[in-house]
């Protein structure tokens, strides 16, 4: 497999520390509000990572940190505490608004086939964790305490900047509206590891540490996670590309400096959800949620599908348009595989052959728009029904999109459709109760001067290779 590697800027064949073992970081979500469409597109993107490098063989452990305590609304260590924030707005304790947005992102997890990671570790259960890496650098001279909040320095490093290039006098300290410079800190780029004197006065979550009563910064918290779970060599650190700095950058200064060896070799960056307007985020109003993809009548598994057909490392423009043919390619697909007859005996020799072929392509920098476009070829194959459904499952087990499943319950309904029936039309064909329903429902849309569906049945018919005459009370069908 060869990715994407965001700290050397170039497509790297994939490897491990111990051979056949994927140690997998994935930065998990602040749990003070709903996960946006944008969020969960990196959380897609990862997903498919995971069970694609299953798929090849490798034992994966994937961790995922629950960031409950410590992150700041700049993303750096300036602004309000989200998770206070997110209390305030709700009048609720931030344990509980914890507890609430955690089962929310996990629901939104379940509806778009995300797996749970093997490991799942809230930040506030690993203090004892930080505070031992915290308690090292001060040891050792990488962090100083000032102001009585615990910074970590920038200055000992060699090389601070890893997935872009910096000017430091280019860096403006208060660039943001309302940012103060932090006097205590040495220089503008060091960062808290802890905070004893917090800005704000009523901070819910406290603990004793060595420098004060206090609680640790946000960049700690995946650093001591990962190293409690994955151990002192990580393979594979995941996230949005906007984690990269300052978030990604800080967690590998401090974790080389306290381990004294290079510490994840492989950063996996998803970019951006767009829409015309710019970058989704929270913070400008009402935002795209899973539950307000449902209200408005899509299958949330035709967002899953509408981002495999785009490649990680490219911004991606949401539109309500974008995603309506996302989803009509969707229920297309759907259709096409609901036609195929389950039964027979599979062609061992032309699925391993159309099998290797997909993992081959999906392993180029995880080309998930390939895996898609596999599914389809596997529909053209001349080969029997079998092994195009046994395909069509085994690349589903890396999409993840329900392809066999929601195939099977419109085979379903389409055959209670047909045996209901109609007193003023019939319909013959091959005998395919998939066909023959959609030959039905052409009828009912048509009846019903309903002509553009009518329209896209004739069409998704005619693609499927299936040729239709209309007969006195009713319809003939054949392949053609």
């Not at 490798?58 to 629950?66: A, G, H, L, S, T």
């Not at 307000?292 to 599908?305: F, M, Q, S």
């Not at 599914?375 to 085994?394: E, N, P, R, S, Y």
């Amino acid at each position: 497999m060869y990715l994407y590697n965001s700290a050397t800027h170039k497509k790297e064949e994939f490897k491990t520390h111990t051979p056949g073992r994927v140690e997998m970081y994935t930065c998990g979500p602040t749990v003070y509000h709903f996960a946006h469409i944008g969020n969960l597109r990196s959380y897609i993107m990862e997903d498919v990572l995971e069970k694609y490098l299953r798929a090849a063989g490798f034992d994966v452990n994937r961790v995922m940190n629950i960031t409950d305590v410590g992150h700041l609304a700049s993303d750096a260590d300036t602004g309000e505490d989200k998770m206070l924030k997110g209390a305030k707005r709700e009048h609720k304790s931030v344990m509980e608004i914890a507890q609430f947005y955690t089962d929310a992102f996990f629901e939104d997890c379940r509806k778009l086939n995300i797996k749970r990671p093997d490991v799942v570790q809230p930040a506030t259960g690993c203090i004892d964790e930080y505070i031992r890496i915290i308690s090292k650098l001060v040891d050792t001279g990488y962090a100083y305490a000032a102001g009585g909040n615990v910074y970590f320095d920038t200055s000992k490093l060699a090389r601070y900047y890893i997935f872009n290039d910096h000017d430091e006098d280019d860096l403006a300290v208060g660039v943001r509206e309302g940012v103060e410079e932090d006097v205590n800190k040495r220089s503008k780029n060091d960062f808290v590891l802890w905070f004893t004197k917090s800005k704000f006065e009523d901070q819910a979550l406290k603990w004793d540490s060595p420098w004060g009563v206090g609680y640790p910064g946000w960049h700690i918290e995946c650093s001591g996670i990962s190293m409690k779970y994955n151990g002192e060599y990580l393979d594979l650190h995941c996230g949005g590309v906007d984690n990269a700095f300052p978030h990604h950058t800080n967690e590998i200064a401090q974790s080389e400096s306290y381990l004294g060896h290079p510490w994840c070799p492989q950063w996996f960056h998803v970019h951006h959800l767009n829409t015309p307007e710019g970058k989704m985020s929270k913070s400008k109003g009402e935002f795209l949620t899973v539950s307000l993809l449902e209200k408005e009548g899509y299958d949330p598994l035709a967002y899953r599908y509408f981002c495999l057909q785009s490649h990680y490392r490219k911004a991606l423009v949401f539109t309500w348009e974008n995603l309506d043919n996302a989803a009509a390619a969707y229920t297309k697909l759907l259709g096409r595989i609901a036609a195929l007859v389950p039964g027979g005996e599979v062609d061992q020799a032309v699925y391993d052959e159309q099998y290797e072929k997909f993992l081959q392509k999906m392993g180029n920098d995880l080309n998930t728009s390939m895996g898609v476009t596999a599914v389809f070829d596997a529909l053209k194959l001349k080969t029997g029904d079998a092994t195009k459904l046994a395909l069509i499952g085994a690349y589903d087990g890396v999409l993840s999109l329900s392809l066999l499943e929601k195939a099977a319950a419109l085979r379903e309904k389409a055959a209670q459709t047909v045996q209901a029936g109609t007193a003023d039309y019939s319909v013959t064909g091959e005998g395919d109760p998939a066909i023959d329903a959609l030959v039905l429902q052409r009828y009912e849309a048509k009846k019903a001067k309903n002509f553009a569906e009518a329209d896209r049945i004739r069409d998704d018919l005619k693609a499927q290779g299936i040729e239709v005459t209309d007969v006195k009370g009713g319809a003939v069908w054949k392949r053609i």
